[in-house]
């Protein structure tokens, strides 16, 4: 997709609140937000982590989730009531027409005033599960690895104001073959083990994200 330029249908932020019954807290359930936010090296303007350890920094400042998925996740999970608006999956930014066979690691992109680039895929963890309320056979972690439906996350190159309904438009784009699809197949879907050369290329990949260099480093051997 050589000229990528997609409208920002819902931007939403959110601040950790309790989870489950254990006192874990997640800032998971974000909620939409209008008008201009500020968007900086480390994400929106009102928009926190509970897991530093796991979530948050430069590489994850800001989380996409495809709005083109909900309508497979509909045929897999039928009328789940956090499928009827954007935020389902704790993304940052909604939009459609904005896939992970068509962005490439270290695509840039203006995101309303802000500069931002593409840095790595969403590996799922069970805070998904556990808010859809599934396990087992209807895990969503366990389909995100089969089907690469992952979303992805930009870093911050310019700051800059971003409001819904602005646009998502492609700068300069990133390495041809490295699709977030196929980094995220190669790196979390199981990929490596049939193709160690194109993970040893990863390693080497500056535009990918750090601790993504350091995953294919280690399947690399």
């Not at 201009?36 to 509970?50: I, Q, R, S, T």
């Not at 800001?62 to 389902?88: E, F, M, N, S």
């Amino acid at each position: 997709m050589a000229n990528i330029a997609v409208r920002i249908q819902a931007l939403l932020t959110g601040r950790p609140q309790p989870f489950r019954e254990d006192g874990t807290l997640s800032a998971f359930a974000r909620r939409p937000v209008h008008g201009p936010v500020m968007l900086g090296p480390d994400g929106f303007a009102g928009d926190e982590v509970a897991d530093r350890v796991h979530h948050g920094g430069p590489d994850k400042a800001v989380h996409l989730y495809p709005h083109d998925h909900y309508g497979y996740w509909r045929t897999q999970l039928g009328d789940h009531k956090l499928l009827a608006a954007p935020g389902a999956f704790g993304e940052n930014i909604s939009t459609s027409g904005f896939v992970e066979s068509a962005v490439r690691i270290g695509d840039i992109f203006r995101m309303g005033q802000a500069l931002v680039q593409v840095s790595h895929g969403r590996k799922p963890c069970w805070k998904i599960d556990h808010r859809f309320g599934v396990s087992g056979a209807q895990s969503i972690m366990t389909r995100i690895v089969q089907t690469g439906r992952c979303g992805l996350y930009f870093r911050v190159l310019e700051p800059g104001p971003v409001a819904a309904g602005e646009m998502l438009k492609l700068i300069e784009a990133g390495p041809s073959q490295w699709t977030v699809d196929r980094v995220f197949r190669l790196l979390i879907g199981g990929g490596h083990k049939s193709e160690p050369e194109a993970v040893e290329a990863l390693s080497r990949l500056p535009q990918l994200a750090e601790a993504w260099r350091s995953r294919a480093e280690m399947l690399a051997g």
